[in-house]
């Protein structure tokens, strides 16, 4: 099984971006399924988080312009960034609970978002 991100770019402040998620391999089905993002020298932070029932939950200071979703029949989860902030910049990390049988948390590789004020 693996995660793919992708979407990741450099953009203005204020600018949006659309990242995507997607899971491969042998799935019986995907749980949660969210997005972390790091800057260097820091820990990881998480962002958002969408349940399999597509209920979402959203750090404080990306509430009102971050927006997560999934499409479950792609396995793929989306994390849509508007009015970007430069503050915003960091490695954004997915990652999901995936049963296959056995339940286990993966992680897909990071892609790079650069917000230039």
């Known amino acids: 099984v693996q995660l793919q991100a992708s979407g990741g770019g450099s953009v203005q402040a204020g600018g949006s971006l659309r990242l995507s998620c997607t899971g491969s391999?042998?799935?019986?089905?995907?749980?949660?399924m969210g997005w972390y993002r790091q800057v260097p020298g820091k820990q990881r932070e998480w962002v958002a988080t969408v349940t399999r029932g597509g209920f979402t939950n959203y750090a404080d200071s990306v509430k009102g312009r971050f927006t997560i979703s999934r499409d479950s029949a792609k396995n793929t989860a989306y994390l849509q960034m508007n009015s970007l902030k430069s503050e915003d910049t960091a490695v954004y990390y997915c990652?999901?609970?995936?049963?296959?049988?056995?339940?286990?948390?993966?992680w897909g590789s990071g892609t790079l978002v650069t917000v230039s004020s």
């Open positions: 391999g042998s799935i019986f089905s995907i749980n949660d």
């Open positions: 990652n999901a609970e995936i049963r296959t049988p056995k339940l286990y948390v993966y």
